[in-house]
């Protein structure tokens, strides 16, 4: 029997049928840098943001290691600035935004993304996109904390008047407070309310 994808692999199925090679993409939170080099390997230049010093690092390493530092851009900010960060020229030019929330792995599991700041940059994320772009949302419900940030996420959503496809993707194996993966992709039409 073949092995379910987990999250983050459907993450990166989902953006690798979605990215040309000349598109703009974000790493909302880069953490260890695998979304930041998945990213740089299919889009034109990645802007990359976290809060952690470690993970800049981290993520720095990787990009180097795998050749692609030309295209990758580091910010150690929170990417509730990601407006005021990125340069206005990219704006509305970006293809595809990531946020996989939570902790750094293999670090200190208090500081964990947190529900206003994520909301701002979920906000901000829908100004910066393309017409056709999309954000996927790696959410991780069973964390101290992840429960709030989840129900602010879910509520945000309900209230958005922005026109947005969402498609949410459970773990394959479900247990309470398993992470759950949201696809928002911007579209001319507005249906999704009755989807949450
Ligand atoms: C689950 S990890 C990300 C894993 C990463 N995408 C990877 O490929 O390794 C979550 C990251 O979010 C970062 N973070 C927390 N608050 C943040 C914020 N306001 N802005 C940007 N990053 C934040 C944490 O420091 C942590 O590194």
Partial sequence: MT???SLTQQVHQIIRAHLMPEDYAIDATCGNGHDSVFLARHAAHVFAFDIQKQAIENTRKR??????????????TGHQHLAETV???????????TFNLGYLPGSDKRIITQAESTLKALHAS?????????ITLLIYPGHSGGDTEYHSIQHWL???????????IESARIRPG???????????????LDRL
């Fill in 3 to 5: 092995k379910p994808l």
């Fill in 63 to 76: 990009i180097h290691d795998e050749g692609l530092t030309d295209k990758v851009s580091l910010y150690c």
């Fill in 87 to 97: 340069p206005s020229q990219f704006h509305q030019r970006i293809k595809a935004i």
């Fill in 126 to 134: 829908l100004q910066l996109l393309a017409p056709t772009g999309l």
């Fill in 158 to 168: 309900s209230q958005s008047s922005d026109p947005l496809q969402i498609d949410v």
């Fill in 178 to 192: 398993s992470p759950l993966l949201y696809v928002l992709q911007k579209t001319r039409f507005n249906n999704t």
